[in-house]
Nanobody, 126 residues
Framework: QVQLVESGGGLVQAGGSLRLSCAASGRTFSNYAMGWFRQAPGKEREFVAAISWSGSTYYADSVKGRFTISRDNAKNMVYLQMNSLKPEDTAGYYC????????????????????WGQGTQVTVSS
């Protein structure tokens, strides 16, 4: 059973930065793509960023140039560096692992993921 645990959320002023971390259990972490999604109250869960097993990165247009996803396979960790935060970035942020290993397609779709963390709250004040 895979477990994902996010940390690093908090309250920050607009223009500030936060770094989210996601710790994953399991011996085959490096074989899977990982993604970050977010969900604000009353809204659907939306894609933020993903990183493939080979290190290719993908971003939602709304965060491109401000957020950076990375992974450390030796530590079973994935990170989301968030800079120039805006009030509209306020949401619960969730990391997720893909269903199949070595996949690179469709990483912006929640249906590609079957393991999810409990989420960490990010609140950006104006």
């Amino acid at each position: 059973q895979v477990q994902l645990v996010e940390s690093g959320g908090g309250l920050v002023q607009a223009g500030g930065s936060l770094r989210l971390s996601c710790a994953a259990s399991g011996r085959t972490f490096s074989n899977y793509a990982m993604g970050w999604f977010r969900q604000a109250p009353g809204k659907e869960r939306e894609f933020v960023a993903a990183i493939s097993w080979s290190g290719s990165t993908y971003y939602a247009d709304s965060v491109k140039g401000r957020f950076t996803i990375s992974r450390d396979n030796a530590k079973n960790m994935v990170y989301l560096q968030m800079n120039s935060l805006k009030p509209e970035d306020t949401a619960g942020y969730y990391c997720a692992r893909t269903i199949v290993p070595y996949g690179v397609g469709g990483l912006s779709s929640p249906s590609k993921y079957n393991y999810w963390g409990q989420g960490t709250q990010v609140t950006v004040s104006s």
